[in-house]
């Protein structure tokens, strides 16, 4: 239940976070903007550091660092801002910690706030519309992948482990066979047993 409020929690300040940068640069001298961010995500960062310690707060940076990014594109010409390409790296971000759906809303939220924001609909802007568009789910389908395969991985390790402890145990009862055959002069029995063995180490090349 927790967990659900702070995902509620954490896209709302993103909706209104970003809603907010579109407007702050409307009504602050974009010359002291970059510098107030900048200075207040090195402090959050001194104060988690110091106060925080491992404590997870991935969404709070989240949610920072999109307020950081979209304030820099935004301050510095919006759709048109040399900056302009960082946005892709937070499409990424949202990619990797939000779900499909939360992705894509956010992606599509955005732009339409270039769409509304931009003086003109030119070739340019629409380009760029499509890119932001178009980037999220080519990140999820790269983030879905790498689970993917971090999944197959997890799972053929195990596999192995699994194949190596019973090889192991099958070993070693061989072991205790043919130890006990050679106590009770059985050598017909332990020459079996020595065979199997040399099959087994043949066949798992330890």
Excluded: C, W
């Excluded at 030119?122 to 080519?138: A, D, G, N, Q």
């Excluded at 130890?179 to 079996?192: C, P």
Aim: cysteine-free; glycine content about 2%.
């Amino acid at each position: 239940m927790n967990n659900k409020h702070n995902d509620f929690y954490t896209q709302v300040s993103l909706y209104l976070l970003i809603s907010l940068t579109f407007i702050v640069p409307h009504f602050i001298l974009n010359k002291f903007l970059l510098e107030i961010i900048a200075i207040g995500f090195i402090f959050f960062y001194i104060i988690k550091h110091i106060f925080f310690g491992k404590i997870n707060l991935l969404k709070i940076e989240l949610v920072l660092l999109t307020f950081f990014i979209l304030i820099l594109i935004n301050s510095t010409g919006y759709i048109n801002s040399i900056y302009f390409f960082a946005i892709y790296f937070l499409l990424f971000f949202f990619s990797y910690f939000l779900s499909i759906i939360n992705s894509l809303l956010l992606t599509f939220f955005i732009a339409l706030l270039y769409l509304f924001q931009a003086d003109r609909f030119s070739y340019e802007v629409f380009i760029r519309l499509i890119s932001i568009l178009s980037t999220t789910p080519f990140a999820i389908y790269i983030v879905y992948e790498k689970q993917r395969l971090k999944r197959l991985t997890k799972d053929l390790q195990k596999k192995t482990e699994d194949i190596m402890l019973f090889t192991h145990l099958k070993l070693k009862q061989d072991l205790k066979n043919a130890l006990f055959y050679l106590e009770n002069k059985n050598l017909k029995r332990l020459k079996k047993i020595l065979k199997n063995l040399i099959n087994k180490v043949s066949n798992y090349e330890v």
